[in-house]
């Protein structure tokens, strides 16, 4: 097989490129995708890193003959000529005349679901998540976890370009858990010790030093419940922010991160986007109502009588989310000023109104993905507050020594990753947006 110098290789480029290199030769590496076997020529699909490529095998393209052992999922190394043709409706489209295919591996049996359709067609996602390695391979499942990718790095990028410090906190903790009942406890060399529920308490001490800090980490919680939306792992991605004016900085720093995430998966994840479909928001300004307004409009505009005025169940959220879809345009809505009851010890009350707080939510599509807020940076302050929810500040001696040694004013937010590609994709659990859940019922594979 003589192979005309510089070929081509698929890690270079994609298959959108092959319009530029017309009949060139191209080594492609990937898996056999399907093989369907035509009269006198075959289609074999090679699934890449990113694409899926139409390869034809026909004797007379080379002298290469096809081997009986080739089967769907054979690991292969296809080298070919680009060639164009036309589809089915006319229109131009590439695929690459087989010169050679060398076999790198077998598979030792044929896969347990079918995963060369263009969607996991009637498989409960019982059985994709227990399949996880293998029904990931179908192109559209990849695609969720690539867009997820897109969300991350977009977080990420904005985030560096607004002067963030990129952090990891600790996910093993001794003391200092936020508390309640959805701390996961474990054993170490004898102590007890807790998984990080947050990243809360120390990206708070690194604004002492950083201004701006971000992560994007796991987090645990010990979620008892089996809901559509709740986790025992999740992925956080956080914020907190340093001399901010108040918690509308906080809120715009989000708004930002949120128009370039969206930005960047319009244009940088086109082929994921329209695989899945996604309906990806547009976003100019994010509307803000109070918590206590949201509670009027579902009261007076939906007639529905809520069972704790102090937090939104899932119905009220929904609620909201068709609310700020149909009256002022938007997929996202900021509810500000929770009843301080409800928030955690470092949130700052509202001085005008101490039973509420500075703090905020963020809805999508009917759905909390955020909540943030302004913390209390007085240390006086917040060791009141500390007893006045009946902890022990000795037992936060680390955490206060951002406030005893001096704390700008400050707040920021924890974004649940996969509650977000969950409405992105217009999803009804977040397993399907989550690579390897974590529930009450799995920890496995
Ligand atoms: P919820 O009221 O929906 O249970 P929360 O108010 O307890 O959530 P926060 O502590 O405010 O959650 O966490 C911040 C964000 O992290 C949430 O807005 C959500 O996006 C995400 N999140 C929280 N808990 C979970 C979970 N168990 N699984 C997946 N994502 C979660
Ligand atoms: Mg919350």
Known sequence: MEYINGTIKNEDISYGDFK?????????????????????????????????????????????RWDEKLAEEACVKVVGKIASSKDKQGNDRYEVQIHDIKILSLPAETL????????????????????????????????IFKLQEG????????????????????????????????????????????????????????VGVFERVFEI???????????????????????????????????????????YIMNLLKTEYKNEVELLKADIPEITEIPCIKFMDAKKIIMEKFHYTPTDMKDFDPKEEE????YAKKELNSDFLFVTHYPSKKRPFYTMDDPSDPEYTLSFDLLFRGLEITSGGQRINDYNEQVAKMKKCGMNPEEFETYLMLHKY????????????????????????????????????????
């Open 20 to 64: 530029n290199y017309d009949g060139q030769e191209i080594s492609i590496h990937g898996y056999i995708h399907r093989i369907r076997e035509m009269t006198g020529f075959s289609f074999v699909i090679i699934r890449t890193d990113k694409d899926l490529i139409q390869c034809v095998y026909a004797p007379e393209f080379s002298s290469y």
């Open 112 to 143: 347990p679901i079918v995963i060369n359709k263009k969607q996991l067609d009637n498989i409960q996602l019982n059985t994709i998540l227990d399949l996880r390695p293998v029904s990931l391979r179908n192109p559209r499942e990849r695609a």
């Open 151 to 206: 969300i991350q790095r977009g977080f990420r990028e904005f985030l560096i370009k607004e002067n963030f410090t990129e952090i990891h906190s600790p996910k093993i903790n001794f003391a200092g858990a936020e508390g309640g009942t959805n701390v996961f406890k474990l054993d170490y060399f004898g102590k007890q010790v807790y998984l990080a529920q947050s990243p809360q308490l120390y990206k708070q001490a690194l």
């Open 217 to 259: 980490a796991p987090v645990f919680r010990a979620e008892h419940h089996d809901t559509s939306r709740h986790l025992n792992e999740y992925i956080s991605m956080d914020f907190e922010m340093g001399f901010i004016n108040d918690f509308h900085d906080i809120m715009n720093m989000e708004t930002g991160a949120l128009k």
């Open 319 to 322: 609620m909201l989310g068709t």
């Open 406 to 445: 001096g704390a700008p004013p400050h707040g920021g937010l924890g974004l649940g990753l996969e509650r977000l590609t969950m409405h992105l994709l217009g999803f009804k659990n977040v397993r399907e947006a989550t690579m390897f859940p974590r529930d009450i019922n799995r920890v496995t594979p």
